[in-house]
Nanobody
Framework: QVQLVESGGGLVQAGGSLRLSCKIS????????VGWFRQAPGKEREFVAA????????TYADSVNGRFTISRDNVKMMVYLQMDSLKPEDTAVYYC????????????????WGKGTQVTVSS
């Protein structure tokens, strides 16, 4: 059984920062890659960032590269998404998801999902 719980969302002005957290309950947390995805109203869920099981490799969507940073703490079983220089177009519900071993940019490749946390960026 793998459970994910996101936190850290909120309302922030453009140019500001937020840090999202994803708490993962799994017997073998260190075996899972974790991705962050987001979904804005009326749009499909899109890839944001991902990190492999041991943190040795990360990847980002072009739209957030250089502004967002993904990291993980395998001792605390947490994955973080530091979001800087936020823009109104970053407004969405953000989800973390887990799959074994290597990451993927396709949400269909992830077996486990959290319920999401709302991020709203005002202009």
């Amino acid at each position: 059984q793998v459970q994910l719980v996101e936190s850290g969302g909120g309302l922030v002005q453009a140019g500001g920062s937020l840090r999202l957290s994803c708490k993962i309950s799994a017997r073998t947390f260190s075996m899972y890659a974790v991705g962050w995805f987001r979904q804005a109203p009326g749009k499909e869920r899109e890839f944001v960032a991902a990190i492999i099981y041991n943190g040795g490799s990360v990847t980002y969507a072009d739209s957030v590269n250089g502004r967002f940073t993904i990291s993980r703490d395998n001792v605390k079983m947490m994955v973080y998404l530091q979001m800087d220089s936020l823009k109104p177009e970053d407004t969405a519900v953000y989800y973390c998801a887990a799959r074994q071993s290597w990451y993927s940019k396709d949400p269909g490749d992830y077996s486990y999902w959290g319920k999401g946390t709302q991020v709203t960026v005002s202009s």
